[in-house]
């Protein structure tokens, strides 16, 4: 009867290991379970950063092209101005052509969704105008544009020149 009971008691240590085996078996798993979840989490969030990145870079691919364009548009402005409005001397036959080419850069800034940033007699906004200038005018109120030096521009919704501007004191 004894080696009965001491096989009994054995079976009972044995069956006490297995199931301390067990629980720490699915201990592990859950743990395991847990990590494969959180490297699951971290991987859909990797592919949704590069994504919103490359979807970015296509969306502003054309920005430095439009940046250099940027002065030739200056320049076209400034020939511009020279216009006396007497379409009889050779410089206004000239300048003519100069405009339709002007207005041929306009209407492809357009197409690509590059407006011109409004500043002429609005509030100074910082992150619309860069103030070069200030100016007292009694008739105007204080932190009021009084004048663009040179045109801002936004491309999309994001801002790729500055205006820079004279700002009432």
Known sequence: MEDKEKEIKKAKVKKSKVSEEI??????????????????????????????????????????????LLSVIDNFERAIKLDDND???????????????YGNFIDILNKNEVKEIEADGLEFNPNFHQAVLTEKDENKPAGVVLEVLQKGYLYKEKVIRPAMVKVNE
């Open 23 to 68: 629980i720490s078996l699915k201990e592990e798993l859950g743990l395991e379970k847990e990590k494969n979840l959180r490297v699951q989490a971290e991987l859909v969030n990797y592919k949704r950063r590069r994504d919103e990145e490359v979807a970015g870079m296509f969306k502003y691919a054309s920005e430095d092209i439009i940046i250099s």
């Open 87 to 101: 379409l009889t001397d050779e410089i206004s036959k000239f300048l003519a052509g100069f405009k339709m080419i």
